[in-house]
């Protein structure tokens, strides 16, 4: 079985804070890739990260950094010093043997 | 860089009637996969086509029906439709074969069913 899991529904800061989304996963594979995507309001899903399962090493893009730990299945993504553009949906997914599972996304509103 | 993209972008439809959304995935991927997002949820997986066949499938309506041509550009076809199929559909490509993790998704077609 494959299932990810994001258990923050909702997350609303005030600009400039930082923001840390969580995401676990479940998968049998040991080869797998793991993804977050932004989703803003008008829709489309905005590609952000790929992460394959071999790779641990954590990564910052800008404000934007992940966490990929694999003893706790877990690949969380922190926006610092969030800004309001930042609002929109966030989702975590994984693909392993060819199946592609998303989390039920995390909307983040940032505020000024 | 070539993209994926799905047509059309924005669709109306009354109840009960037919619409066909395409994909046309990026050069040389396999794979293609259909997600139905309804308002506030994630994305669903509806179906998957590799090489042209079907390879997996989802919570897909027995009113919805797919297929990968030998171009390896997908459509789907919903008939019936319902108010509740109202949604923005994704289309997704990978390239399965390389494993690479190389996974794009199109910009949506937003279906609204009236």
């Known amino acids: 079985a494959q299932k990810v899991t994001q258990a923050q529904t909702e997350i609303s800061v005030v600009e400039k804070e930082d923001v840390t989304l969580d995401c676990v996963y479940e998968t049998r594979d040991t080869t797998y890739y793991l993804f977050w995507y932004k989703q803003p309001p008008s829709g489309e899903l905005v590609f952000l990260i790929r992460r394959n399962s071999f790779d641990e090493q954590n990564e910052i893009s800008g404000r934007y950094s992940w966490n990929f730990q694999k003893s706790t299945s877990s690949f969380n993504f922190t926006i610092t010093a969030s800004q309001v553009v930042d609002s929109a949906v966030y989702f975590c997914a994984l693909i392993g043997d060819y199946k592609l599972s998303f989390g039920a996304g995390t909307t983040v509103t940032v505020r000024a | 860089a070539a993209g994926v993209i799905q047509s059309p972008r924005h669709l109306i439809k009354e109840k009960r009637e037919t619409a066909t959304l395409k994909c046309y995935p990026i050069?040389?991927?396999?794979?293609v996969y259909w997600y139905q997002q309804g308002p506030g949820q994630d994305p669903q997986f509806l179906i998957s086509f590799y090489e042209k066949m079907q390879s997996d499938k989802g919570s897909i309506p027995d009113r919805f029906s797919a297929q990968q041509f030998s171009d390896y550009h997908s459509e789907l076809n919903m008939s019936s439709l319902e108010l509740g199929d109202s949604a923005l559909y994704f289309c997704?490509?990978?390239?399965?074969?390389?494993?690479?993790?190389?996974?794009?998704f199109g910009e949506g077609s937003r279906l609204t069913v009236l």
């Open positions: 050069p040389r991927h396999d794979t």
């Open positions: 997704a490509s990978s390239a399965r074969t390389r494993n690479t993790g190389e996974l794009f």
